[in-house]
DNA sequence: GTTGCCTTACATGTATACAACAGTATGTTT
DNA sequence: AAACATACTGTTGTATACATGTAAGGCAAC
């Protein structure tokens, strides 16, 4: 449905939520955002419906809709949502792909290579963070769409997203011995990034779904791992706001 | 959201369409849709997303909501998408499972097998045809069950579900070979879920998911084979209108 | 001082009036 | 007669007034 007021109430509202600006948990009130937006109330009403089957917001009857927050049961059972779809999405990129879709992994892979290096080397890795983490999704998404199943991404990409908002807006410092550790990781997802596009790339749908299926259960595990030790439920992650705007 | 009219609208649209009497293609009028369920059009609307969201219906801004129709190149991303998902909950349900889900399933495959027998040493099928359905979709059920991921069984239901709509209603009549050929059919799938049975009770997610993979393709390439057969676009099954009520 | 009920306030759910848009039919012009 | 423009009809999109339900706050009784 995309008529006009909708939409914009949808945008208006799911960028909020995205940017950080309502956290999760926050109240969504369809008087005031109907205010906000300058349009009257069943648009926003439509819009929060959309949003909820985003996966975004909770609505309950009579209480009214709240930014999504999830419980870790639920959190773990999304990870593993995403773990079962993308490394089937891997095996399918290694059988349809198009010489274009291997170039846009390609290119993804080489800025994350290239990202990755200066990120080590530097003292500082903040200002670069950001960009590593747009070609990581790059590469994800690319590898999606070589899949040529349209649906299959859609969901994947709805399942980014939500993660992306729970997981909270807590990007805390590090110290030195966890930037080693960071360094660490980052050298053991450019490998296992290199190893699923030389299975795509080698038409090899096997083993593009099981590096694919090692990757993301390390990337869950280190997730995980990271949320029990804040022990507040929702996972700290190091991005900001803009960077993950892959929307539709 | 529970609001109650809202509730009563969605419910009333939804058994419409589950049981054929709004096939698909047929244009869904909020206003005559209200008249009919006797509340106003804002609830109407309101189920409308509910049941687009469900991929129930499409809608289309200023052209109003219709029961959905899909094109083949969906049905296959569709059908591929439950593969990658069920497949995945059997290696789960491996697992996951309790001593309750592992009896849940067998008491699916015990009846299933009986009434296969019965079916295969009767002429005619249809009495107990529905009934075999549905213990085939208990089975189903009980192994998303056992795979302890409420997402995920949440979201198989709804591809089942969907499936059911856009395969249609026409339940043709079958000649004597296709009599023949529909008894090995099913002789094959009992032995294939009696497989994934064994390994889940096994406790082996590794062979649970291939078996489960294998029936699954399976089916999916006799769908599709049912589909270029009656070259309409829509698949033929045959299943009337109630036995796969499984609603959330 | 605490507890329980009742009242009150406010947000949501519902209905309906109004505006905008898509498709169709009709009429005029070439 | 054909083609284009225009008016018309019906349905959806939007706004707003009204009904209902929830939660909180105050009052009274213990």
């Given at each position: 449905?995309?008529?006009?007021?909708?939409?914009?109430?949808?945008?208006?509202?799911?960028?909020?939520?995205?940017?950080?600006?309502?956290?999760?948990?926050?109240?969504?009130?369809?008087?005031?955002?109907?205010?906000?937006?300058?349009?009257?109330?069943?648009?926003?009403?439509?819009?929060?419906?959309?949003?909820?089957?985003?996966?975004?917001?909770?609505?309950?009857?009579?209480?009214?809709?709240?930014?999504?927050?999830?419980?870790?049961?639920?959190?773990?059972?999304?990870?593993?949502?995403?773990?079962?779809?993308?490394?089937?999405?891997?095996?399918?990129?290694?059988?349809?792909?198009?010489?274009?879709?291997?170039?846009?992994?390609?290119?993804?892979?080489?800025?994350?290579?290239?990202?990755?290096?200066?990120?080590?080397?530097?003292?500082?890795?903040?200002?670069?963070?950001?960009?590593?983490?747009?070609?990581?999704?790059?590469?994800?998404?690319?590898?999606?769409?070589a899949a040529k199943n349209d649906l299959m991404k859609k969901e994947?990409?709805?399942?980014?997203?939500?993660?992306?908002?729970?997981?909270?807006?807590?990007?805390?410092?590090?110290?030195?011995?966890?930037?080693?550790?960071?360094?660490?990781?980052?050298?053991?997802?450019?490998?296992?990034?290199?190893?699923?596009?030389?299975?795509?790339?080698?038409?090899?749908?096997?083993?593009?779904?099981?590096?694919?299926?090692?990757?993301?259960?390390?990337?869950?595990?280190?997730?995980?791992?990271?949320?029990?030790?804040?022990?507040?439920?929702?996972?700290?992650?190091?991005?900001?706001?803009?960077?993950?705007?892959?929307?539709?």
């Amino acid at each position: 449905m995309k008529s006009v007021n909708t939409d914009v109430a949808y945008e208006h509202i799911r960028k909020k939520i995205l940017s950080g600006e309502y956290p999760p948990g926050r109240a969504l009130m369809t008087e005031l955002l109907a205010t906000e937006i300058k349009v009257s109330r069943t648009p926003v009403r439509d819009a929060l419906r959309k949003l909820e089957t985003d996966g975004l917001v909770t609505i309950r009857a009579h209480l009214g809709a709240s930014v999504k927050r999830m419980e870790l049961r639920e959190f773990r059972e999304m990870c593993d949502l995403r773990l079962a779809l993308e490394s089937h999405a891997a095996g399918l990129a290694a059988v349809n792909h198009t010489e274009g879709d291997l170039s846009e992994i390609r290119y993804a892979l080489e800025a994350m290579r290239r990202l990755t290096d200066q990120i080590i080397a530097a003292s500082q890795e903040q200002p670069l963070l950001s960009e590593l983490v747009r070609e990581d999704v790059r590469f994800h998404i690319a590898v999606m769409t070589a899949a040529k199943n349209d649906l299959m991404k859609k969901e994947i990409l709805r399942l980014h997203l939500v993660n992306r908002v729970v997981s909270g807006t807590m990007g805390g410092k590090k110290s030195s011995v966890q930037k080693a550790e960071s360094d660490a990781r980052r050298r053991l997802v450019l490998v296992k990034h290199n190893d699923i596009y030389t299975a795509i790339a080698a038409s090899d749908p096997v083993t593009a779904k099981r590096e694919m299926e090692f990757h993301l259960q390390e990337l869950i595990d280190h997730n995980l791992l990271l949320i029990t030790r804040t022990e507040t439920g929702v996972l700290a992650r190091d991005l900001t706001s803009e960077e993950l705007a892959y929307n539709s």
